[in-house]
């Protein structure tokens, strides 16, 4: 019989042959002699959304696997409810916590050597993709007689079988989206056409204003620099960038007057499109000279990246000794005054080198604002010196074998901390944070730090049980409590959203205030070593699961002196209260996800809470699918500043399609570039097309009783941020992969003026509008963007999509969603090249035939396969 428990969420990983060995002096079984398939049978068997898989495990080893020699432990993404199994098997499938896993033999089992084991199970809800979803990090524990750990060995010799089939490409049998095909796509692509070059933009984001004449000016590389008092940093960085570019030193002079070949920078009070201290004005002279003016010296900054966007491709791709640009100005301010990336680094450690290269990314798209999140469940990312089990604890995933103190393994991490192609552990020492900040401060890119309370704290809860422990043993009780976030007579029952019993710190306890009050300390000592500026601090806040404190002492305790207080649930507005008054009392600004501005009614529904509307309290809105659609302008009219995350459109963890090739999560549907960049801020019911499951919306109907934005609210709106959270994103390329090119639609929706389909009413109309200009954005990307970002900054990983195709009569039509990229085919069996033949219209084939879209640079897509 086969047990579910519960449920899980994951990423597949390869981990490397490796074997911890406990107690033994020789592997009984090395990393190789166990075998582990995994397939996705259907999505679609059963009229309910339900989905069967299976496992295969053969045994090539000389040991025989008995009901206590062993246990198979993995990751998997957590999919609703479990049912029961649709075969017996002498094996249990156990949820341990979070989307940890465990295979374990019951009484009697036996699985001799040569023999094989199949073990299929259900669960409700649905798998498509083959990275994301299947099980990951595999690794096989082996007991000795006693129970206790003997061997811990990761699976060398597992596959999952590839998604091909249609009942594994849909969610379930009503799923609405089409399938991922070839001849979908092409429908898909249809409306899609080349246009002639000067129809596309010059600048990504698309400037106030920008007037170009005929008349063009020759520059001679290399260029020089004239930096007026003060702008030394965007000489120097403009001369660093023109460098790598030209592989030619930059000369970069004080002074206030340019000649031929130089470009001048300076600031000067700027008035256009209101008053905005990041405006600049470019000219570009016909006698050979550029000037960039900013009303400050970001204002120079983002003039420098305008300029940096009209240096032609050629440049870049090293193709001329000739500069030549059209005579110009270009006038230009951000709509919003934030415009944010938010990075996790939590879930899965990003590098310091990956996150100095996001940072380089942001500026070139003119991002101000990083929003480093560096504490979850799965791991705490920066180094407090006086906590130092928060890094060494908490800093680390692994298998909890006794004597190790660490997380266990999540997202397919696997048994052992720092493994080579893992990414579960991993930290940012004090020195390597400081150089984060100085290098963003060098780029005009505000960090916030993320450290999230009262949930998400297991890796902080777990780290500070550890050091509990420790002084315990030296008997000194008052140091051991005084970081403590637990109320160890707790008997409170819940799980989080993602699946953990124990990720809540006891808001009760005076400790926890202590705790938040020391890792605010040493963050204000980083940024003040770093010379950044510290203005605000994001709390958090989100996902405290129904039933947290309910049967805590303490809580008890607590709520019997705050008779105003009647649900347990509000003690999170109590929390909140006491962590913002003492960021208030540092001077800074509070920000919080969407459920700090919330408090639940006598009814049990969550509305706005008054307490927090003074404008200090800076809510991040995420949720706008379902009932939550209007939360953001609701809380805006109470009177609360927000930056918009709606993850409909900015969550760029998403899967971009549902290829099962397409990595990402898709719990609030499929994301790709043209939804980042189709975006209306002030009114999202325009643009808000399809349900997260796909099915279209009747604007009019479904959205008629949502509240609007009231026009004097509008300031409220500080801006707008993409997200990435990291479950599926394993290391540089694939974090990269993720953003790109997403996030150059979203630094569209940042910074560009209203767009004419924001605001118009007819919605025939407004999505004809759409049309029409997606079509010019996604012209610009194919034949300026992408292959611009193939060498800038060295270079970036940038997803180009699939070809669509079909063959009617013999006869092969072809196209792209990215008008401009080459499409190349072949009907021999043989990979597309920049050699095969190019598409360039209807064409007679014979046999298989194979396509793949080329950007200019030779970056190519994934293959298409047409039968």
């Known amino acids: 019989m086969i047990t579910l428990f519960k449920q899980s969420r994951l990423v597949l990983s390869v981990i490397p042959a490796l074997a911890f060995v406990v107690a033994a002096e020789s592997e009984p079984l090395d990393s190789s002699d166990l075998s582990v398939h995994w397939e996705l049978v259907s999505n679609t068997y059963h009229e309910e959304p339900r989905a069967k898989a299976r496992f295969v495990i053969e045994n090539n080893s000389a040991l025989k696997l008995t009901d206590g020699n062993w246990e198979l432990f993995y990751n998997q993404r957590p999919v609703r409810t479990p049912i029961s199994s649709v075969a017996t098997s002498p094996v249990e499938l156990v949820w341990i916590n979070g989307n940890w896993w465990k295979l374990s033999p019951v009484p009697e089992f036996e699985l001799g050597p040569g023999e094989e084991l199949t073990i299929t199970y259900e669960v409700r809800g649905w798998w498509i993709k083959e990275e994301s979803d299947a099980p990951a990090g595999l690794y096989i524990v082996l007991y000795d007689d006693e129970g206790n750990d003997e061997a811990i060995i990761p699976i060398d010799d597992y596959s999952v079988e590839p998604f091909v089939r249609p009942e594994q490409m849909q969610r379930h049998r009503t799923d609405p989206l089409s399938l991922p095909t070839p001849e979908n796509r092409h429908k898909q692509a249809e409306r899609m056409k080349v246009l002639d070059e000067k129809a596309l933009h010059r600048v990504i984001p698309n400037p106030v204003r920008l007037e170009a004449h005929d008349e063009s000016a020759a520059f001679n590389l290399p260029l020089g620099i004239v930096y007026e008092e003060g702008l030394e940093n965007e000489a120097d960085y403009l001369a660093a960038k023109l460098g790598e570019l030209t592989a030619r030193p930059i000369v970069t002079t004080p002074g206030t007057e340019v000649e031929a070949n130089g470009v001048l920078l300076q600031t000067s009070r700027l008035r256009f499109d209101g008053a905005n201290e990041e405006a600049y004005r470019l000219n570009v002279r016909s006698d050979s000279t550029v000037t960039i003016t900013g009303a400050t010296e970001a204002g120079v900054f983002y003039g420098i990246q305008t300029l940096r966007h009209l240096l032609p491709l050629e440049v870049y791709l090293g193709e001329t000794e000739q ?390 609210a509008r300031a409220n709106i500080l801006g707008v941020q993409a997200h990435l959270w990291t479950e599926t994103v394993f290391g540089q390329d694939m974090l990269e992969y993720y953003l790109l090119p997403r996030v150059v639609g979203f630094a569209e929706s940042a910074w560009a003026a209203e767009r004419p389909f924001e605001v118009i009413t007819d919605r025939e109309e407004r999505e004809d509008e759409m049309q029409r200009a997606w079509n010019v954005f996604a012209n610009t990307l194919a034949r300026k963007q992408l292959p611009r970002l193939s060498v800038l900054d060295g270079g970036y990983n940038y997803r180009i999509p699939m070809p669509g195709g079909v063959v009617k009569n013999g006869r092969l039509k072809a196209n792209i969603k990215y008008p401009g990229l080459e499409i190349r085919y072949t009907t021999n069996g043989e990979e597309p090249t920049l050699e095969s033949a190019k598409y360039t219209g209807p064409v007679e084939v014979s046999g298989p035939v194979k396509l793949k879209a080329f950007d200019r640079a030779g970056r190519s897509s994934e293959t298409t396969v047409l039968e």
């Open 323 to 712: 500069l030549h640009l059209p005579v110009m100005t270009v006038e230009d301010a951000p709509r919003f005054g934030y415009r944010g990336l938010h990075i996790d680094v939590a879930r899965n450690f990003q590098s310091r080198e990956t996150l100095l290269k996001s940072i380089d990314l942001m500026a070139f798209y003119k991002l101000n604002v990083l929003h480093f999140y560096l504490t979850d469940d799965e791991g705490w990312r920066i180094e407090i010196k006086d906590l130092p089990e928060l890094t060494e604890v908490g800093g680390k995933r692994g298998h909890p074998t006794e004597g190790l103190q660490l997380l266990p393994p999540a997202y397919g991490s696997g048994p052992f901390p720092y493994a080579e192609g893992t990414y579960g552990s991993g930290y940012y020492t004090r020195e390597e944070f400081v150089e984060i900040l100085r290098y963003a401060k060098d780029r005009h890119v505000t960090v916030i730090p993320s450290i999230n309370l009262p949930a998400h704290a297991r890796a902080a809860i777990r780290a500070m049980e550890v050091r509990y422990d420790r002084f315990m043993e030296k008997g000194d009780e008052e140091a051991a409590n005084e970081f403590r976030l637990i109320d160890p007579d707790d008997t409170s029952e819940y799980v989080s959203p993602q699946r953990y019993t124990d990720n809540v710190a006891n808001v009760a306890r005076e400790s926890v205030y202590h705790f938040f009050e020391k890792v605010t300390d040493e963050l204000e000592e980083m940024y003040a070593e770093a010379g950044a500026p510290f203005d605000i601090m994001h709390t958090g806040g989100d996902e405290v699961s129904e039933g947290a404190w309910a049967e805590s002492p303490m809580a008890r305790e607590l709520l019997d002196t705050l008779p105003d207080i009647k649900d347990p649930q509000n003690l999170q507005a109590y929390f909140s209260r006491r962590v913002f008054d003492s960021l208030l009392d540092r001077g800074l600004e509070i920000g919080g996800w969407e459920e700090v501005a919330q408090i639940r009614d006598e009814s049990g529904a969550y509305v706005p809470n008054p307490e927090f509307a003074g404008g200090d309290v800076i809510t991040y809105i995420w949720r706008n699918q379902g009932r939550t659609r209007d939360l953001a302008y609701r809380l805006a009219n109470e009177g609360y500043p927000v930056v918009l995350c709606h993850r409909s459109n900015f969550y760029f963890d998403l899967a971009y399609s549902n290829h099962p090739r397409d990595p990402g999560h898709y719990s609030a549907g499929f994301i790709n570039t043209r939804d980042a960049w189709q975006y209306a801020p002030y009114d999202i019911y325009k643009t808000t097309l399809r349900t997260r499951r796909g099915h279209p919306i009747d604007i009019d109907e479904e959205f008629a009783e949502m509240e609007r934005l009231r026009p004097d």
